[in-house]
C-alpha cells in the first residue's frame, strides 16, 4: 500500500471521497474568504490613509517652534520639496504664508482656514491626490499642516499593500489550512472505524460460527438498516446450512438400520465366496456412512463446548483400539513423544481425527513395520508416522479433500475418500492445521498441529 492510497484511500473508495468532499468545501471556504479580505481592505483602506495622514501631520507638528525662523522646519528637507515618498508636507503661519512646503494655491488655503481646531479635514486637491488639513494652536499662533499623498495614491500602491497583507497573513493561512487538512484525515479515519470493526466480525462468521453477526451497536444509524439486512442474510444462511447438515446426519444414521439387516441377511448366505463378498461390500457400506456421520459431527461441533484434552492419553486410547487389527496384519503400534501435552477441544472428534489417521497409516504401511504415534506439545499436536509408498508432492494437499482418494499415489486404494476430510474438518474447528510430509528412509508423517489456543 502507497503512502498516497494509505492516507487517502483507494479509488472510489468512500475514504477519499469523504476527504474530496471536505477538501473541496475547504478550498470554496479559503475563496469566500479571500473574497471577504480583499472586500474589507478596499473598505477600510482610505480609512487607514487617514489615520495615517494625521498620525503624519502629528508628526510635522511635533517638530514646529514658532519662536524659530521657518518654524525650525528645514524647508529643502525631502518631505516637503523631495519627489520621493508616499507623503508630501505643506506647513502654513496663521496668515495663511507657506513656511515650508510647495502646496500653495489659494483653494488650499481656503479650505485649510476652514478647519477647526485639533479636527483633522479632507482637503480637495487636483487629480486623485488625497489631502488631509490640521489646525493646531502653539504659542498662540494658529499653525496649519496640510498632507498630501505624493506620489499618486494609486491602484498600484494599493496593490502593494494588500500583498503586503497577505504576505504578513499567509503562514497563518498555510497553517490553518495544514490543521483542517488533519483534522479531516483524523475525523475521516475515525468516521471509517466501525466500517473496519464491521468488516473483522465479518471476516469472522463461517461455517463453525455460523451463528456470530455484525453489531449494530457502535456503527452510525445512517448503517443500521444495511446492517440488520446483511444479518438477516446471515440468519437464512445459518438456516440452509443447518438444514443441509442435518439432512447428512440423518440420512447416515437412518441407513445403519438397513445396513445391519444386509448384513444379517447375508450371514444367512450358504455360498462362502459370495457371502464373503457381499460382506465385504457391506462392511465398506457401513464405513462410508459411519465417516460421513463423523464429519458432520466436526463441522457441527461448538467452540463454546471444548474443554482441555491430554493429548498423550488420548493417542494411548484411540491407539488402543486399532492394536489387535495391528497385530492382525502383522504391523507395530506405538505411541510416544509430550506426556504433558494438552488442547483445547473437543476428545470424541480428536480421537476420531487421529484414529483416521491410523487406520490410514496401518493400510498402507507394509508388514512387520511400525506405525508411530508422535505427541507434540509446543505447538499441541501429534504426527503419524508410516513407511508406506509415501504421497506424491501434487496430491499432499488434495488428499485432505472430500472423495479424493489419492489413486495416483496408490491404485489398489479401496477407502471412501473421506477420512482425511474429516481430519482436516476436525483440525479447522480446532484452528490446526494438517499436513503431509516425506519420512526420512521412506513412507509418510501426517501432521496435526495446533496454531493457536482456543
Known amino acids: 500500500m502507497s503512502v498516497w492510497t494509505f492516507l487517502f484511500g483507494a479509488e472510489r473508495s468512500l475514504k477519499r471521497g469523504l476527504l474530496l468532499n471536505i477538501i473541496g468545501a475547504l478550498s ?38 514658532p519662536a524659530l525662523e521657518g518654524f525650525g522646519l528645514d524647508r529643502n528637507a525631502l518631505r516637503f520639496q523631495g519627489p520621493e515618498g508616499n507623503f508630501r508636507y505643506t506647513v502654513f503661519a496663521q496668515d495663511g504664508t507657506a513656511v515650508a512646503g510647495s502646496e500653495t ?11 477647526e481646531l485639533g479636527t483633522p479635514g479632507s482637503i480637495v486637491l ?9 489646525r493646531v494652536m502653539i504659542m498662540g499662533q494658529d499653525i496649519y499642516v496640510l498632507v498630501s499623498t505624493y506620489p499618486k495614491w494609486n491602484d498600484e500602491t494599493r496593490f502593494s499593500k494588500l500583498m503586503h497583507e ?3 497573513e499567509i503562514w497563518w493561512v498555510v497553517l490553518g489550512v495544514a490543521m483542517v487538512i488533519g483534522a479531516a484525515l483524523f475525523a475521516t479515519r475515525r468516521s471509517l472505524a466501525p466500517l473496519r470493526a464491521l468488516s473483522e466480525q465479518a471476516r469472522k462468521i463461517g461455517p463453525l460460527a455460523a451463528n456470530r453477526r455484525l453489531e449494530a451497536d457502535t456503527v452510525p444509524t445512517e448503517f443500521l438498516p444495511l446492517i440488520e439486512d446483511v444479518n438477516d442474510a446471515f440468519d437464512r444462511l445459518e438456516q440452509g446450512y443447518k438444514a443441509q447438515r442435518d439432512f447428512s ?28 463378498t457381499l460382506s465385504q461390500d457391506a462392511d465398506q457400506l457401513e464405513r462410508i456412512f459411519s465417516q460421513l456421520i463423523d464429519l458432520a459431527r466436526s463441522e457441527a461441533a461448538a467452540t463454546s463446548e471444548f474443554e482441555p484434552v491430554d493429548l498423550h492419553a488420548l493417542a494411548t486410547e484411540t491407539a488402543m483400539m486399532f492394536a489387535s487389527d495391528a497385530v492382525g496384519r502383522g504391523r507395530g503400534l506405538s505411541v510416544r513423544g509430550a506426556r504433558d501435552a ?4 473437543n476428545a470424541g472428534l480428536l480421537s476420531i481425527a487421529l484414529g483416521n489417521l491410523i487406520r490410514n497409516a496401518l493400510h498402507y504401511t507394509p508388514r512387520h513395520s511400525e506405525v508411530e504415534i508422535e505427541v507434540l506439545s509446543n505447538p499441541a ?30 491404485a489398489s486404494s479401496t477407502g471412501s475418500g473421506i477420512g482425511l476430510a474429516i481430519v482436516k474438518s476436525v483440525a479447522d474447528c480446532h484452528n490446526a492445521s494438517v499436513s503431509i510430509e516425506d519420512r526420512e528412509g521412506g513412507g509418510s508423517v501426517f501432521s496435526f498441529v495446533a496454531n493457536d489456543d482456543l
Request: hydrophobic share 40%; aromatic share 4%.
Open 28 to 65: 470554496l471556504c479559503t475563496v469566500l474568504a479571500g473574497v471577504v479580505l480583499i472586500s474589507e481592505f478596499n473598505e477600510h483602506l482610505e480609512e487607514n490613509l487617514e489615520d495615517a495622514m494625521v498620525d503624519e501631520a502629528k508628526e510635522v507638528i511635533g517638530q514646529i517652534d
Open 342 to 345: 494438552q488442547l483445547n477441544g
Open 381 to 410: 499436536g501429534w504426527r503419524v508416522l508410516d513407511r508406506g509408498p509415501g504421497v506424491p508432492d501434487n496430491l499432499k494437499s488434495a488428499l485432505f479433500e472430500r472423495f479424493n482418494r489419492g489413486m495416483q499415489a496408490c
Open 126 to 134: 487636483p487629480g486623485d491626490r488625497i489631502g488631509l488639513g490640521l
Open 105 to 115: 494655491s489659494d483653494r488650499i488655503w481656503q479650505q485649510l482656514a476652514r478647519l
Open 249 to 276: 446426519s440423518n440420512v447416515a444414521h437412518e441407513i445403519r438400520t438397513p445396513i445391519a439387516v444386509l448384513k444379517s441377511t447375508i450371514d444367512r448366505i450358504d455360498d462362502p465366496a459370495l457371502k464373503e
Open 166 to 168: 497577505i504576505e504578513e
